[in-house]
């Protein structure tokens, strides 16, 4: 539980769209695998899997349930929205996985609701939960 508690408001756009998730503000404290690669600040590369997408998801999920301070919002077999809140003062960032088995790529969004830096939370993040699928 944090100490302070500044969850600010669940963003309405999340979701995905046309096989898209939402993409990123203007502000550097967030990534997406589809922000355009040239955007440098933002982009970050899709997690790769093998097996198939449900299974994927499953695996996100049970990681983000054993992880502290995350609350899962909706879990489907190929989408997952988690919220993650900072320890010291319970900022929350919005985190969304998108199973497109097609190419065998779990695409992610990672945006802090409040502030303009996240000090690279949401890329560490991403990659951290990379880890669990080498």
Do not use: W
């Not at 203007?26 to 097996?51: F, L």
């Not at 960032?93 to 779990?106: C, G, L, M, Q, T």
């Amino acid at each position: 539980m944090a100490i302070l508690s500044f969850p600010g408001t669940r963003p309405s756009n999340l979701g995905v769209q046309n096989g898209q998730l939402a993409a990123c503000p203007n502000t550097p404290n967030c990534v997406s695998s589809q922000a355009p690669a040239a955007d440098k600040e933002h982009s970050i590369a899709p997690i790769a899997y093998t097996g198939d997408g449900k299974t994927a998801i499953a695996k996100l999920k049970a990681f983000i349930e054993g992880s502290e301070r995350t609350k899962i919002v909706q879990a489907d077999d190929n989408y997952l929205y988690a919220e993650f809140a900072s320890k010291l003062m319970g900022f929350v960032d919005d985190v969304e996985f998108y199973a497109d088995d097609s190419a065998k790529v779990i695409h992610v969004r990672s945006a802090s609701r409040l502030g303009q830096s996240d000090l690279g939370v949401n890329r560490k993040r991403i990659e951290e939960i990379r880890a669990t699928f080498a």
